[in-house]
């Protein structure tokens, strides 16, 4: 069973950075795309940062310049680097990652539990 643990998580006052971390495990033939997304109160999910299939990467327009996203693909694990945080960073990061399980199986969107980001003074 593919698990996406993130972590790295926390309060941190604005200007300062954080660096999650989500680690996928379990049954993994490949990994097509894999990122984060974000959900502040009372707001919709969206894409903050990820790979894409063909190896590129995507940033939502509100972090470019700011958030940086890596990743170790021995690991399974992508790392996202966030520096000047404002209070609007403030959200639940989740992890998603598009993924395999098998050679033969069709890949599907696994998400993360999720780690709080919280930015204030």
């Known amino acids: 069973q593919v698990q996406l643990v993130e972590s790295g998580g926390g309060l941190v006052q604005p200007g300062g950075s954080l660096r999650l971390s989500c680690a996928a495990s379990?049954?993994?033939?490949?990994?097509?795309?894999m990122g984060w997304y974000r959900q502040a109160p009372g707001k919709q999910r969206e894409l903050v940062a990820r790979?894409?299939?063909?190896?590129?990467?995507n940033y939502a327009d509100s972090v470019k310049g700011r958030f940086t996203i890596s990743r170790d693909n021995a690991k399974n694990t992508v790392y996202l680097q966030m520096n000047s945080l404002k209070p609007e960073d403030t959200a639940v990061y989740y992890c998603?990652?598009?993924?395999?399980?098998?050679?033969?199986?069709?890949?599907?969107?696994?998400w993360g539990k999720g780690t709080l980001v919280v930015v204030s003074s």
């Open positions: 998603n990652a598009d993924l395999k399980e098998y050679i033969l199986s069709l890949s599907r969107d696994y």
């Open positions: 790979y894409t299939s063909g190896g590129s990467t």
């Open positions: 379990g049954s993994i033939f490949s990994i097509n795309a």
